[in-house]
């Protein structure tokens, strides 16, 4: 496993953790707010995470529980690959966030008047 996918591991751990257990997290309604949890093993380790899940495939993979009234663990989880991911261009993302700018700014102005 390289290092990368190993950032990419811990990433979608951490995701997993937040949106269960930190009621600020904006899926915590989602999962933790109806009983989702993480398995005790993977709560206390999450070497142990990397271990049993390994890497994303691909950036569009994230973790998907096969049954959703279940908590995170590793006969519960698996890569699930995203249908809307788009992987943009550096310009694409500069261009967005430039679409972005002017849609809040024109906003701002409404606020305003």
Known sequence: MTDNDCF????????????CYDPKHRRFETFGG????????????RDQFVRDMGAPP????????????AHFSRDNCYWHKS??????TP?????????????M??????SVV
């Open 83 to 88: 249908p809307t991911y788009v992987k943009r």
């Open 34 to 45: 109806r009983g989702a949890g993480v398995c005790s093993a993977w709560r206390q380790d």
């Open 105 to 110: 700014e024109a906003q701002d102005r409404k």
């Open 58 to 69: 691909t950036l569009a993979h994230f973790i998907k529980c096969k049954d959703d009234k």
């Open 91 to 103: 310009a694409e993302k500069r261009e967005a966030k430039a679409r972005a700018a002017v849609a």
């Open 8 to 19: 990419n591991s811990l990433g979608a751990y951490y995701y997993m953790i937040n949106k």
